[in-house]
């Protein structure tokens, strides 16, 4: 795995130092014509628009054209793109684990008191939940991925990263465009976008659409009219956008529906014991219960923009989510009738963010602003012997409410020493209150159901003895310096905070006491060197950036062998004593000729626990010294490459893409204990699309294909150590190939 990893990196090394000389070459030939260059991409990161050479921050974008050449559907298509970035395979829909840095935490969706350790905004709107993190693309002009903590201007708990979605805008022309994806497993995907100016200059209506239908690849064995892996996905948005002459104001609602059959894992056959139920063929289930999910997103949002006469610039940005997202699964992943589970979230959120903005140009500029945010989560559990839902079985359930409001302030300036040499820094103070209260956890048709997994039957809800308080200064400081109009260097120093979090509780009191109720607020300082140069004549960037990032009480999850409902092993939030990241992100992006551009990208990564006494090996359930262990969804290496050529033929452009994501092996999600059964192997999948437009570019037909080399490899590892499906290591396999095409028509 190491070799294979290390000559994967050297070959795209070996890419990043030699295409700037044949770029160099290239554009002193005498025969070349008009030497293209790189299209600037300007970002926002620092919530003002710069061009992404001059931010100092180890940023990667994907740009509208990035999402259509890769064919990418959701976030989670593009994670092979950015380095040490992982967006794992889940058990459901509902559930997100993203990594960055190899900085993850376990979120399983029924655990509403707590949040990952990456924050995703849409045009400024911070997504609340996991699973509203994952929504279908739609029409989006590009995604910045921001890696290490972001807290001065992305808030609280984005202490590994953060991502920054910024969809296309209403504009003064009337145009639109239509698509269809046509695939394998009877892919269906309709996709369409109006723009309408209804007063010129003034004001525009921008209208999109989207429809998903594909059928599943995972055969379900007791359940044969199941169908693994199916979606079923509608989503849309309405932009509406007035622009005056200093003032624009855009209000946007947009919606999702997502309904999936889910490849939650399979017994994989290897570890201590071999599950009974394994029957060695990959892509197979045996469960008795449907798998599935839902997931329903609906948002609002007001923006208004003012650009004051002395060029300051007030925003404003007013947003209301009410999201759902509900799953069931067969827990012990056999046919007989023993147990299953389902969970419903229903997140409603209200945040408000005022911004003032000055104008650049001078000795020193800066961003200011207050954020406030009221979040009122309400989950809901039930756990059912036998049958779905069946009456005559008996069912159990629980609910709990999370009550978060929040209020902070932040400023980030920048005080150019002179055209060269630039101080910049940020500072945020976040005041947080988190309450819980535990709802009834009752047994409405059998009572002897509950006294036979010894359930207490309670009517009242039970407030947790305590409300979280999290009162934390997070921030930034560092230095840029121009070498030359082409070449920036910084160095960047900064502290993040993640806050306190609520464990789930049959009783609250009680786990309290216990102290299993609440995780500590976690805390990071990072490190940061980096370059970014423009190369010949900028037909060549490359960026570089080394890190170091040190956590102190590192949220983590365990297992809880008597925490859950009945009785049962559940997973609780916990504090690791240190933790620490550290390596290196490299990307190139060239146009090696006139007509091929070369993409390629490296991440390194060692994160390990410096220190953690006291973890729970989830195979054996014994304690043990976790100090020294890696991290989960931490790989060594990632690596991506890829080659775009362009071609003039028959009137028209004829373009061809060829690209490699390679992932080193890394530990699957919920793993401390770096168990062989969890230690997930490495991966290669090889993608290619060509696509032809005539001149005009009215219409165009493209073939695609994803997983070229039709790889199965394992993508999801965990470890089931006993209980009533049995015993061993379960996972999930990479999902076969797929090939289409796609024809859109523009107007």
Request: net charge negative; charged share 20%; glycine share 10%.
């Amino acid at each position: 795995m190491q070799s294979l990893a290390s000559r994967l990196a050297a070959a795209v090394l070996i890419v990043t130092l030699g295409i700037p000389q044949a770029v160099v070459a290239q554009s002193e030939s005498p025969s070349e014509a008009e030497p293209r260059m790189l299209e600037e991409i300007v970002v926002t990161a620092t919530r003002r628009d710069e061009s992404m050479q001059d931010v100092p921050i180890s940023l990667s974008v994907l740009t509208d054209d990035d999402i259509t050449d890769t064919g990418a559907v959701t976030l989670r298509d593009m994670a092979g793109l950015v380095p040490n970035f992982v967006f794992g395979n889940s058990i459901n829909e509902v559930t997100t684990d993203i990594a960055i840095r190899g900085i993850y935490t376990q979120v399983n969706p029924a655990q509403i008191g707590f949040e990952q350790n990456v924050n995703v905004y849409v045009d400024g709107v911070y997504m609340g939940k996991q699973f509203s993190a994952n929504a279908e693309l739609g029409q989006t002009e590009r995604i910045e991925v921001l890696r290490g903590p972001q807290g001065t201007l992305f808030g609280k708990n984005a202490i590994a990263g953060a991502i920054n979605i910024i969809s296309k805008k209403p504009g003064n022309e009337f145009e639109g465009s239509v698509s269809a994806d046509l695939g394998s497993r009877d892919l269906n995907h309709f996709k369409g976008t109006l723009n309408i100016p209804i007063v010129q200059d003034r004001l525009a209506l921008r209208i999109s659409a989207g429809s998903r239908l594909q059928d599943g690849y995972v055969t379900n064995t007791t359940r044969t009219g199941d169908d693994p892996g199916s979606v079923d996905h509608t989503s849309g948005r309405v932009q509406l956008r007035y622009m005056g002459d200093r003032t624009t104001v855009d209000f946007v609602h947009d919606f999702s529906r997502l309904r999936t059959e889910d490849y939650f894992q399979e017994w994989l056959g290897f570890g201590t014991d071999v599950n009974p139920f394994f029957d060695g063929r990959k892509h197979t289930i045996s469960n008795n219960v449907p798998q599935e999910s839902a997931v329903d997103l609906a948002g609002y949002a007001l923006t208004v923009e003012h650009v004051f006469e002395n060029e300051y610039t007030f925003t404003s940005i007013s947003a209301w989510r009410e999201d759902e997202g509900a799953f069931e699964t067969d827990i012990d992943l056999s046919p007989p009738n023993l147990f299953a589970f389902s969970t419903l979230m229903e997140p409603d959120q209200f945040t408000q963010e005022l911004r003032l903005t000055s104008p650049a140009g001078g000795a020193f500029d800066f961003v200011t602003g207050l954020y406030y945010i009221d979040q009122f989560t309400a989950g809901y559990d039930r756990a059912f012997p036998g049958t779905r839902f069946g009456p005559a079985q008996g069912e159990f359930t629980q609910g709990r409410d999370i009550d978060v409001e929040a209020f902070s302030v932040f400023a980030h300036g920048n005080y150019h020493f002179s055209d060269a040499l630039t101080l910049f820094g940020g500072l945020r103070y976040l005041t947080e209150t988190k309450e819980s209260v535990s709802h009834a956890l009752t047994c409405p048709t059998n009572p002897i159901t509950c006294r036979a997994f010894r359930l207490p039957t309670r009517t009242e809800p039970l407030e947790a003895p305590v409300d979280l308080e999290t009162n934390e200064p997070t921030g930034s400081v560092g230095l840029r310096y121009n070498v030359n109009d082409d070449v920036m260097v910084y160095g960047s120093v900064a502290r993040g905070v993640k806050s306190t979090a609520f464990n789930n509780s049959r009783d609250p009191v009680a786990d309290y006491a216990r102290g299993l109720l609440v995780a500590d607020p976690s805390f990071v300082n990072s490190y940061e060197l980096g370059v970014k140069a423009s190369l010949a004549d900028r037909r060549a960037e490359l960026n570089f950036a080394v890190f170091k990032m040190d956590y102190t009480d590192l949220q983590v999850r365990i297992t809880c062998e008597a925490c859950g409902t009945a009785g049962l092993p559940e997973q609780r939030l916990t504090n690791a004593a240190a933790a620490s990241s550290q390596g290196f992100e490299l990307e190139l992006h060239a146009l090696a000729t006139g007509s091929l551009r070369v993409s390629a990208g490296v991440g390194y990564l060692d994160a390990e626990y410096d220190s953690f006494k006291g973890a729970t090996n989830n195979k054996t359930g014994m304690i043990i010294d976790a100090s020294g262990l890696k991290l989960a969804y931490g790989p060594e290496w990632t690596v991506n490459a890829a080659l775009q050529h362009q071609l003039e033929m028959a009137g028209g452009m004829l373009t061809s893409l060829l690209g490699v994501q390679y992932i080193d092996e890394r530990y699957g999600r919920g793993t401390v204990a770096n168990n062989p059964e969890e230690l997930i192997p490495s991966q290669s999948l090889v993608n290619g699309r060509i696509a032809y437009r005539p001149r005009r570019g009215i219409w165009g037909v493209a073939a695609w294909v994803k997983n070229l080399a039709d790889d199965d490899t394992q993508v999801h590892a965990t470890f089931a150590a006993g209980g009533l499906g049995g015993r061993g290591a379960l996972g999930q396999y990479q999902e076969p190939r797929s090939y289409g095409v796609t024809l859109d028509y523009r107007f």
